[in-house]
Nanobody
Framework: QVELVESGGGSVQPGGSLRLSCAASDFVFNKSLMSWYRQAPGKERELVAS????????DYADSVKGRFTISRDNAKNTVNLQMNDLQPEDTAVYYC??????????????WGKGILVTVSS
């Protein structure tokens, strides 16, 4: 069973835009902090953006502030990442992540398989 499914990756030129989407099950999505991570070759995975389940507050890595926008559609159980003004440094495999805190229990975390974003001229 697949809990998180990413889509929307591809190749663009610098300055271009892409929109990533992540579809999740009700169980995973409803009370989870949803995030996008990315990992470039030879580098550690890093947090790109996140959005809370209760009030929709967002947070972004400094490197993408002003260019990327994360959003969630609770009716469709999807989280999106609109990426504008893409630069070669944004090239990476992007992963959808769901982090669910639980009362009395350790949190549960789910990961998508990842989707490639390539930015080159």
């Amino acid at each position: 069973q697949v809990e998180l499914v990413e889509s929307g990756g591809g190749s663009v030129q610098p300055g271009g835009s892409l929109r990533l989407s992540c579809a999740a099950s009700d169980f995973v999505f409803n009370k989870s902090l949803m995030s996008w991570y990315r990992q470039a070759p030879g580098k550690e995975r890093e947090l790109v953006a996140s959005i809370t389940s209760n009030d929709g507050n967002t947070d972004y890595a400094d490197s993408v502030k002003g260019r990327f926008t994360i959003s969630r559609d609770n009716a469709k159980n999807t989280v999106n990442l609109q990426m504008n003004d893409l630069q070669p440094e944004d090239t990476a495999v992007y992963y959808c992540n769901a982090h669910r805190g639980r009362v009395y229990l350790a949190p549960i975390e789910y990961w998508g398989k990842g989707i490639l974003v390539t930015v080159s001229s």
